[in-house]
């Protein structure tokens, strides 16, 4: 608040008040001062009457003096009143934090934490709010595609302009891979959608990382082996780490997914661990496409694809989720990449 501001939220209640209630009860003890002198000495005289003067200046001097105190304690409340309605009304920036003692002190500071929590809850609040609405944005714009050739599918099927049977089984083929790719987008969204909004609380305990790694292989099992792929697992027995192991197995097995499917035929991915008493650190290396030096960035953002003619079915999400997994569990995860030669995710999950 400018200095010389008159606030708007001004009451002279208290004041009033207290006006009214100093000068009844300063009233009372000057009548009292005389009744006693008159009592004493059956008379008023010039020096008793100089006496009552001069406790009528004290009482003056006491009230101008107790007055301007109190004063100035209520206009710094009404100051702290008028920002708090500035807030109300929307204001963001308020002036620099003041520093005083006393109870009006801790009130400014009591004033200016609750100040810092509401700016937080508010800018939460905008923010799930726009979540939300990209969300929403990113799940009707991605599922276009797909319910656009399940209609033009399905209307050649019910139209019989489809003859030969192995077309048929074709097209009935792409339909049920469209769907697949719809599931697998809207259940990824869902969990992205609740990580991130705090909804999932993870269950961290210590929990030995080989069998999660193995748990996580067996879940890409069958596409590594369609591929002639092979997995290359090199993990103490010993490693353990705080984390949850369900939804860690899921992160990885969104990895291997990865490396698989942007590695050629026949070529080798290595799951490794490395563990120390600072830290346990999860890598995940294949020998595929790589990646551009200018794409890296942008690979854990929802959607964003690098290579859209290596897996076009790719919805391009498994890499945000797990970011947002192994975040969501106080670890990091970053890449290494050098395209046509290899790509490297690292997890690391800090003691």
């Known amino acids: 608040m400018c200095a010389g501001k008159e606030p708007k939220m001004k009451s002279d209640y208290e004041r009033n008040q207290f006006k009214i209630k100093y000068w009844i009860i300063a009233v009372v003890f000057l009548l009292l001062g005389a009744a006693w002198i008159w009592l004493q000495h059956g008379e008023l005289t010039w020096r008793n009457a100089s006496i009552l003067a001069l406790f009528l200046i ?41 520093y005083k003692e006393g109870a009006v002190g801790v009130l400014y500071t009591n004033f200016y934490k609750v100040v810092g929590i509401l700016k937080e809850n508010r800018n939460r609040e905008l923010n799930e709010k726009i979540f939300l609405r990209d969300i929403i944005s990113d799940i009707s714009h991605q599922l276009k595609t797909p319910l656009a050739s399940l209609n033009v599918f399905i209307d050649l099927l019910l139209e019989n302009k489809i003859d030969d049977d192995a077309k048929r089984k074709q097209v009935l083929s792409e339909a049920a891979n469209q769907l697949s790719r719809m599931e697998w987008m809207v259940l990824s969204m869902l969990k992205l959608a609740r990580i991130e909004a705090g909804a999932i609380q993870f269950d961290k305990n210590s929990t030995p990382v080989k069998p999660i790694l ?34 860690l197995t899921e992160a990885i097995i969104n990895l291997l997914k990865n490396a698989s499917d942007y590695s050629g035929e026949g070529k080798r991915i290595w799951l490794e661990v490395e563990h120390t008493n600072v830290y346990t650190r999860i890598y995940v290396k294949d020998e595929g496409v790589g990646i551009a030096e200018e794409e890296l960035p942008n690979i854990f953002k929802r959607f964003y694809r690098v290579h859209q003619e290596v897996n076009p079915n790719s919805v391009g999400i498994g890499l945000s989720l797990t970011k947002s997994i192994v975040e969501g569990m106080g670890g990091s995860i970053r890449v290494q990449s050098e395209e046509g030669e290899y790509t490297w995710f690292i997890l690391t999950f800090v003691k």
């Open 58 to 98: 004290f009482l003056i001097v006491v009230y101008i003096f107790t007055y301007r105190r109190l004063h100035k304690v209520y206009s710094e409340v009404e100051e702290i009143s008028e920002m708090m309605s500035e807030m109300m009304e929307g204001k963001e920036e308020l002036p620099e934090e003041q």
């Open 214 to 247: 193995m748990q996580a292989m067996e879940g890409v099992q069958f596409l590594v082996q369609k591929r002639n792929q092979t997995i290359l697992l090199e993990c103490n027995d010993s490693a353990e780490m705080l984390c949850d192991g369900e939804w």
